[in-house]
């Protein structure tokens, strides 16, 4: 693939909320008149609606990939089916090409249990990776609020494939966030009443603890690894 160097400034600091969102409508056009295949990945939790709602109005074409590791909570596949029914999203579902009876280990438990990076690496990075030539630009929702990681993110960066990466909210914040989702009626996830504040697969998510920290409860590990993958 050819490695196209396209860079958006980050101009959203300070911005009001109806300026930052026409920003992101003009970048998503210039991707567009550069001629660009775009896709999204998405987790399908409520701070992913604002973004996945903007997707629908400004590119509905883009194809918003959902990674099914086939841990996650019924109630976030239900609440993905009924965004795209009601967003009228382009969904494209990816799944991992290792079966589960190979993603155990010697004492015969699943990976998430005692190798979590391994795990993940095996049901989102290795999918995503495999489908990535695809495209030019892929599109995530993660913020720099989020944990420190995401502090030191660029709004455009590239994949070791040559894929521009491009975070369209990166300088949004919760208030942000809540505030979209007032503004056009989005609802929330069904586990975020349960005190399930940031929604991961079932085995590796606890409730009542604020922000990711109930992402991996216990471990040093904060990132699936999907956000890793860069020059």
């Known amino acids: ?42 987790s399908f939790q409520s701070h992913s609606i604002p973004l996945l709602h903007m997707i629908s ?35 494209r579902i990816l ?4 079966p589960k009876q ?6 015969g438990y699943f990976l998430f249990s005692s190798d979590p990076d391994r795990c993940c690496a095996i049901n989102k990075t290795l ?9 030019d630009v892929w ?25 521009i990466r491009y975070y369209p909210i990166l300088e949004w914040n919760s208030r942000d966030i809540w505030e979209y989702r007032v503004k056009y009626d989005l609802p929330p996830h069904p586990l975020e009443e349960r005190g399930f504040s940031s929604i991961g697969c079932e085995p590796c998510t606890r409730s009542d603890l604020e922000g990711r920290g109930g992402r ?11 956000h890793l993958n860069k020059d």
């Open 216 to 226: 991996w409860f216990g471990q040093k590990k904060t990132e699936c690894g999907l």
């Open 1 to 42: 693939m050819l490695l196209i160097y396209f860079c958006f400034s980050n101009r959203t600091p300070g911005m009001e909320l109806s300026d930052k969102i026409d920003l992101i409508a003009e970048e998503l056009d210039d991707y567009r008149n550069m001629d660009l295949e775009m896709t999204m990945s998405s």
């Open 102 to 107: 190979l993603q155990m280990d010697r004492q």
């Open 127 to 135: 999918p995503m990776q495999n489908i990535l030539r695809e495209y």
């Open 139 to 163: 599109i995530s929702g993660l913020r720099r609020d989020q944990n420190a990681h995401r502090q030191g993110l660029k709004k455009t960066e590239h994949t070791r494939e040559g894929v």
């Open 95 to 98: 799944r991992s090409p290792v």
């Open 57 to 91: 109005r400004f590119a509905p074409e883009v194809e918003v990939i959902f990674l099914d590791t086939g841990f996650h909570f019924p109630e976030t596949i239900l609440f993905r089916d009924r965004m795209v029914r009601e967003l009228g999203l382009n969904l």
